[in-house]
Each structure stands twice: as C-alpha cells, then as structure tokens.
C-alpha cells in the first residue's frame, strides 16, 4: 500500500507547493512511482509540471463532486513515474459545493481508496487554508508534513496547523501523524536562518528533517517553464537538496523500500 503525504501549512509563501513538485520529481528519480494531487485552487502543481491547468477536462473539482471517477482524472506519465490529479480555479467553489453533503470530508479518501496499491507515495498539495478541502487531503493522508519558511514568524500559526492535525486525528482520521517539518528558503547568509532552525526545534517535538531546502534562484525559476527542479537545473544546489529530502523521506519509511 502506497504511504499518502498531505503536504500543508496553512501560511501562503512557505515554499508548499514548490515542496509538493520537486519532493514528488525527487522521488520519481529514486524509482519510487509517485502520485501528485493538486488541491490548491491556484493550480501551481499542475502547472508546474507544463501542464495547461485552464485545459483539462477532468480535476480534482470534477472528482470530487462525483463528476468523474478517480481513474478519469490522472494524467498519467507527467514525468517517468510520476502521475498527476490536476487543479484550477474551479476547485475554489468546492466549500460551498460540498455544504450539506454527506461524508462530506472522505470524499477524497473514498477515491484515493480505489488507487492507494497503485503508488509508492501519494502526496497532496493543500492550500494555504484550513478548509474543507484540507481536511479531505488529511482524512485521506497517513501524515502531513510541514514545510515552514526559514523567518521570523516561522512558528505563527503552526500551533493552529497542529491543532487542526490532532482535531482530525480525534474525530475523522485516528492513524494521521505528522511525517516531520521540512525548513525552506534556507538563507546561508544570515545567522536568523539558524535561529530559526533551533527555535522551531526547541519548540516542536515533531521530527525535523535533517534536509534544508535553501533560498535558491534556480527553485524560484524552474515553474515558469513548468519544469521540476532536477530537470531544470539538475545540478543546482535545490536540486539536490531536493533529492537528499526524497532519500531521506524513503529512508524515514524503509518498510516501503
């Protein structure tokens, strides 16, 4: 059974969805056969992959309304073992489609259910909100990793997320857990990014990946041509730091090696 990752920080600019392309690029790369959900309206995952996300028949919005089953919508072979349940704009009506539905928060789990033997790592790339939409992705997840931006107010709002996490877990999901906070936008410069580091590990006792991702040019760029990382600058210092996260992601999860 493939292991299901949401991937979620409710505070926009953290380097989420930037996490969510690569991590998933990064463990293609590893052979490990990855699929990338889009439950971000913005649609940055799909389209980081060179994908028309304004063109595309079948999302996430159509599944999760019953429009489509969950085989309909993955566009498969986006990258060498790497698959993708695409998103746009539509998917930001979803709250209000979803009021009075029954079950209303294991839609998304029910689908994922179909599929789950099919991949090594699912991983879902949730908006920057506690919506609905997060909480489907983290009924349907095993663990929610954290990626959390190397600055001052890194731990505002993460008290919020863990609230959320362990709400969840009590009442809709009893095996979710967090599967560790990742720091991005890593400034090497500066003696604050450190900082930032040791605070937030003195303040969580979650698991803390030893992988930094760092403020690099070649990350901020690789979407505009709608490719991964480790496609657009292979050599870059994000590249692989990207692939030392996939490695040490498989290596946290050995039994699925």
Same mark, same amino acid.
């Given at each position: 059974?493939?292991?299901?990752?949401?991937?979620?920080?409710?505070?926009?600019? &953290?380097?989420?969805?930037?996490?969510?392309?690569?991590?998933?690029?990064? #463990?293609?790369?590893?052979?490990?056969?990855?699929?990338?959900?889009?439950?971000?309206?913005?649609?940055?995952?799909?389209?980081?992959?060179? =994908?028309?996300?304004?063109?595309?028949?079948?999302?996430?919005?159509? #599944?999760?309304?019953?429009?489509?089953?969950?085989? *309909?919508?993955?566009?498969?072979?986006?990258?060498?073992?790497?698959?993708?349940?695409?998103?746009?704009?539509?998917? +930001?009506?979803?709250?209000?489609?979803?009021?009075?539905?029954?079950?209303?928060?294991?839609?998304?789990?029910?689908?994922?259910?179909?599929?789950?033997? *099919?991949?090594?790592?699912? #991983?879902?790339?949730?908006?920057?909100?506690?919506?609905?939409?997060?909480?489907? +992705?983290?009924?349907?997840?095993?663990?929610?990793?954290?990626?959390?931006?190397?600055?001052?107010?890194?731990?505002?709002?993460?008290?919020?997320?863990?609230?959320?996490?362990?709400?969840?877990?009590?009442?809709?999901?009893?095996?979710? @857990? =967090?599967?560790?906070?990742?720091?991005?936008?890593? *400034?090497?410069?500066?003696?604050?990014?450190?900082? &930032? &580091?040791?605070?937030?590990?003195?303040?969580?006792?979650?698991?803390?990946?030893?992988?930094?991702?760092?403020?690099?040019?070649?990350?901020?760029?690789?979407?505009?041509?709608?490719?991964?990382?480790?496609?657009? *600058?292979?050599?870059?210092?994000?590249?692989?730091?990207?692939? @030392? #996260?996939?490695?040490?992601?498989?290596?946290?999860?050995?039994?699925?090696?």
């Amino acid at each position: 059974m493939g292991k299901i990752i949401s991937i979620a920080n409710q505070k926009g600019g &953290v380097g989420k969805t930037t996490t969510a392309i690569n991590l998933a690029a990064a #463990l293609a790369l590893q052979n490990k056969t990855v699929l990338l959900i889009d439950c971000d309206p913005q649609g940055n995952a799909t389209s980081g992959f060179g =994908i028309d996300k304004n063109n595309i028949e079948n999302t996430v919005y159509e #599944l999760i309304l019953s429009e489509c089953s969950v085989k *309909d919508c993955i566009i498969k072979d986006v990258r060498k073992n790497l698959s993708l349940i695409p998103s746009n704009m539509n998917l +930001a009506g979803a709250d209000i489609e979803l009021i009075g539905k029954e079950r209303k928060e294991f839609i998304l789990k029910d689908e994922i259910d179909w599929i789950v033997n *099919d991949y090594d790592y699912i #991983l879902i790339d949730c908006p920057p909100s506690l919506n609905s939409l997060t909480v489907n +992705a983290m009924v349907a997840s095993s663990t929610v990793l954290v990626p959390i931006q190397c600055e001052y107010y890194a731990l505002e709002g993460i008290s919020q997320l863990i609230y959320t996490i362990n709400l969840v877990r009590e009442r809709l999901n009893p095996v979710l @857990n =967090i599967e560790g906070v990742v720091f991005t936008m890593f *400034d090497t410069r500066t003696n604050l990014s450190q900082q &930032v &580091v040791n605070n937030v590990k003195e303040n969580l006792s979650q698991y803390v990946f030893e992988t930094v991702i760092p403020r690099n040019i070649r990350l901020a760029e690789a979407p505009s041509y709608g490719e991964p990382i480790s496609e657009y *600058d292979p050599k870059s210092i994000g590249s692989r730091s990207y692939i @030392n #996260l996939a490695k040490e992601l498989i290596n946290k999860n050995k039994d699925l090696s």
